[in-house]
């Protein structure tokens, strides 16, 4: 059953909401769903969340089940040692790309607005320091590929990355620590052409993202 917290106000300015109301209002005439997987509450009271229409109505339970059935071999490490407000927009984008896991690395807390309450349907990890982190990518056989602009590194745009894998990013500003650039197996870089010394630290999550999503998902189960 849903809680509820989850389900967003009306917007602003007297737009509609998102999300379809009551089952009984959206499908007039037909008969109310059985399925486990959908939620009596949802049913009744309409759906709000922040879901593709795939999933309406359904609980989150059925949902991270369904994802856990189809999600890729692609991990997503994030340091944590700043409290940096990128990571709830890291969480957002792993979960757009079915991503196996995020793996908070440092502090525990972190702002969870820019998840966009994603991070109910994303699996999440925490370890204390990178070492951790990259020991339990070894064991599990996974490459580690830290992503920042420093030299040596190589271009994400000409890089073969990893099947599995697990991406590691850095605080914004700082970047990768040290620590993380000397334990990864490779560092990519991402191709940059103006004026500022780096990019936001969510956005260069999600163009890395995209770019395992290009070599490795099959792009004909997406939505």
Do not use: K
């Not at 790309?97 to 966009?116: C, E, L, T, Y």
């Amino acid at each position: 059953m849903t809680d509820g917290t989850d389900q967003p106000g009306p917007t602003e300015w007297g737009a509609p909401r998102v999300g379809v109301g009551p089952w009984a209002e959206e499908h007039p005439g037909e008969a109310v769903p059985d399925d486990p997987r959908y939620d009596p509450e949802l049913l009744r009271e309409g759906d709000r969340r922040n879901v593709v229409d795939a999933y309406r109505y359904w609980t989150r339970e059925a949902i991270v089940a369904d994802i856990d059935a189809r999600r890729h071999p692609l991990h997503v490490a994030i340091e944590n040692f700043e409290n940096d407000a990128n990571i709830g927009t890291v969480v957002r984008t792993a979960n757009a790309f079915a991503a196996a896991a995020v793996h908070i690395v440092g502090r525990r807390r972190w702002n969870r607005r820019g998840a966009m309450v994603t991070d109910r349907y994303q699996h999440l990890h925490h370890h204390d320091t990178v070492d951790e982190v990259v020991a339990w990518a070894r064991e599990r056989g996974l490459a580690v590929v830290a992503v920042d602009n420093v030299p040596g590194s190589v271009p994400l745009e000409t890089a073969e990355l990893p099947r599995e894998c697990l991406l590691l990013f850095g605080q914004e500003g700082p970047g990768v620590t040290e620590t993380a650039r000397r334990a990864a197996d490779m560092t990519v870089s991402i191709a940059q052409f103006g004026s500022t010394r780096s990019i936001n630290a969510g956005v260069a999550a999600g163009i890395a993202m995209h770019a395992w999503v290009r070599a490795h998902a099959d792009l004909d189960a997406a939505w």
